[in-house]
């Protein structure tokens, strides 16, 4: 999966936000360490979403699933909308592919595109549009960890607190699915 779970990319409005919240809970005011707050704020939403298992943040993914006719779970999640599906560099027409997005918020693909055996799914998956719009116990518990990790460096544990409020957010699947 590009860009999947774990790899939070913000946009630049959404970097000087989350920046200047980690910079309050630190108490730091000089912009010398902005960068690295910045990059540490990044790196404390992709631990938000591998423990999560959401995709925090909307934005475009890509999923390569097997052509095989059966029903493919996609990885990430909430799915907001599913763009296309291409094989072998082409987009596929649409009578050859299916797809839908549960209640949950997961997307399911069947491809049958005839002579290929793999194919890449475009999809747009988040469940906010920008650090302002996250629930305040992800965003808080991104600062918490981003000002962890700014002052303790790489190897400190996550704390408690944090996991705290990311819980209620955790999504776990069981490995049988069925779908159709």
């Given at each position: 999966m590009a860009n999947g779970l774990g790899t939070a990319v913000l946009?630049?409005?959404d970097r000087v936000r989350a920046t200047a919240a980690v910079k309050a809970a630190l108490r730091v005011h000089l912009a010398e360490e902005d960068g690295r707050i910045g990059d540490v704020a990044e790196a404390a939403l992709g631990l938000a979403e591998q423990f999560t298992g959401r995709v925090l943040l909307a934005r475009?993914?890509?999923e390569t699933v097997a052509a095989d006719g059966c029903w493919r779970r996609l990885a990430a999640r909430p799915v907001r909308g599913i763009a296309g599906v291409e094989a072998g560099g082409a987009v596929l027409p649409v009578e050859s592919f299916a797809v839908d997005i549960d209640g949950g918020g997961t997307g399911w693909v069947r491809v049958a595109a005839g002579n290929v055996s793999r194919a890449t799914v475009r999809f747009t998956a988040g469940m906010a549009e920008g650090w302002d719009a996250l629930a305040p116990p992800l965003r808080e518990g991104?600062?918490?960890l981003a000002a962890h990790l700014f002052r303790e460096g790489e190897g400190a544990r996550v704390p408690a607190?944090?996991?705290a409020l990311w819980r209620p957010y955790r999504t776990l699947s069981l490995r049988w699915e069925r779908h159709g």
């Open positions: 946009g630049a409005d475009a993914l890509t991104a600062v918490l607190a944090v996991a």
